[in-house]
């Protein structure tokens, strides 16, 4: 009788850990995928940026978070490409702090990835900036783009007029990237867009101006500027431009962004909306109501547009290799650097970069729905970079507001900046 009871008792125990284990295997919808976090991300902490000299920058930072209503950014100061300050500020998610290692959509700063890509394939023999996008004779070259074009200007559409925005694409019927629901509803779609579908559905507009005779932003641009890299490699964007461009870098932990909080990257942030802020449709024309940056637009289909995210510091690493200086290896020659960053009186945009001042120094930024990103590589040699994971109501204006932060907070604590090298930590 002991025996028989003893039985049933390790069957009971036995289920019991079976459906303990099951349980586990649930996901909660809560917490992201599991995949280790490396690298500086993995170690960077926000003690080490703590200096008392640099008190009254911490009281600045948490002031212009709440007057702006930002929950939660990092702050990262390079110096002749030495990581000498990183440290976040508020929340990385309701009952997380932000930290130096989190990750953030970093939206357009995207572009400048993208362009350095484009520029590694340069390198590499395999694509010219002169080379043609579209026509029988184009990189994009396929019938369902070629049948479609509305007038033979877009045959004269070159890659570097992508890189630089003169290539004619304009926004006068909205932008394609952002407007998936109304290309739905006009074609009589019943799913989202992919890429192939959407530029030919793009090229079907007459362009505003004729390649090379003028300038207007084009997020499509570099969307198929991404596209591009995937013909001359053979190989998906995402992946090659981490094996090739991000990982030389020594930047581990860029990725392609999703679409929801549940998808989100480990490590990554939650991104915030204004309380206020009301419910929107959801860009594929489901029926669902979502908070506009979980869902309002097709983020990850911005490819090299926008859809990059990385923590602070790894994306100083990046802009350290892209800057000709020697401290840190550039992934990329001087004479590539120096045509990504050159404007001149005939060139509004630089290849990737909004801007490159010698008087102001070399500035990207980037703007979504829950983020903005700002990047400026000032003449004496430091970098500032600021992500936010909170929409700003003032939209891309609101990089001004932080470029006003940047430049009053370096004249009043660059000197306390501390000598010293995070990246060798």
């Known amino acids: 009788m002991k025996l028989r009871n003893k039985k049933y008792v390790y069957s009971a125990l036995a289920v019991l850990v079976a459906l303990l284990i099951l349980i ?3 996901p909660s919808g809560k917490k992201a995928p599991s ?3 490396s690298g500086i991300n993995a170690v960077l902490t926000n003690e080490m940026s703590d200096t008392a000299s640099l008190s009254k920058l911490d009281r600045d930072i948490r002031t212009f978070m709440q007057r702006w209503q930002i929950r939660g950014l990092e702050l990262c100061i390079t110096r002749n490409d030495s990581l000498i300050y990183a440290k976040g500020y508020g929340k990385a998610d309701d009952d997380e702090p932000m930290r130096p290692g989190t990750i953030m959509r970093v939206a357009s700063v995207s572009k400048l990835i993208t362009a350095a890509g484009i520029m590694k394939l340069v390198e ?3 694509l010219s900036l002169s080379d043609r996008v579209f026509g029988t004779e184009g990189i994009l070259s396929d019938t369902e783009f070629t049948e479609n074009l509305a007038e033979k200007a877009y045959r004269d559409i070159t890659v570097e007029q992508l890189l630089r925005h003169e290539a004619g694409l304009s926004i006068r019927r909205g932008d394609p ?7 739905m509803n006009i074609y009589h779609l019943d799913k989202a867009p992919d890429q192939h579908k959407l530029t030919s559905i793009a090229v079907r507009r007459r362009l505003g101006y004729r390649p090379g005779k003028g300038h207007e932003y084009s997020n499509f641009g570099y969307l198929l500027l991404s596209m591009i890299i995937e013909r001359k490699t053979g190989m998906d964007y995402e992946k090659w431009m981490q094996k090739n461009v991000l990982e030389p870098a020594g930047c581990e932990d860029f990725h392609l962004a999703h679409n929801t909080y549940e998808e989100r990257h480990p490590g990554e942030t939650r991104y915030y909306m204004h309380d206020n802020d009301p419910k929107v449709p959801k860009y594929d024309n489901t029926p669902d109501s979502v908070v506009r940056c979980y869902g309002g637009n097709n983020i990850r289909a911005l490819k090299g547009a926008g859809a990059w995210v990385c923590s602070g510091p790894e994306l100083a690493r990046f802009i350290a290799s892209i800057d000709g200086k020697p401290q840190i290896p550039d992934i990329l020659s001087i ?5 990504m960053t050159y404007t001149g009186e005939e060139h509004k945009f630089g290849l990737g970069w909004n801007s490159t001042s010698p008087q102001k120094g070399w500035q990207r930024t980037g703007s979504l729905s829950g983020t903005s990103a700002y990047v400026n590589l000032f003449p004496d040699g430091e970098c500032w970079i600021l992500i936010s994971n909170t929409h700003a109501w003032k939209g891309p204006r609101f990089s001004k507001t932080i470029h006003n932060l940047i430049v009053q907070s370096r004249q009043r604590y660059s000197k306390m900046l501390p000598a010293r090298d995070l990246f060798n930590n």
């Not at 990237?177 to 290309?183: A, E």
């Not at 004479?335 to 045509?339: D, T």
Request: glycine share 4%; net charge positive; charged share 40%.
């Open 24 to 26: 586990m295997m649930i």
């Open 177 to 183: 990237m952002f407007t998936t629901r109304d290309l």
């Open 335 to 339: 004479k590539s650097i120096r045509k």
């Open 35 to 37: 995949r280790r976090i």
């Open 124 to 126: 590499q023999g395999k």
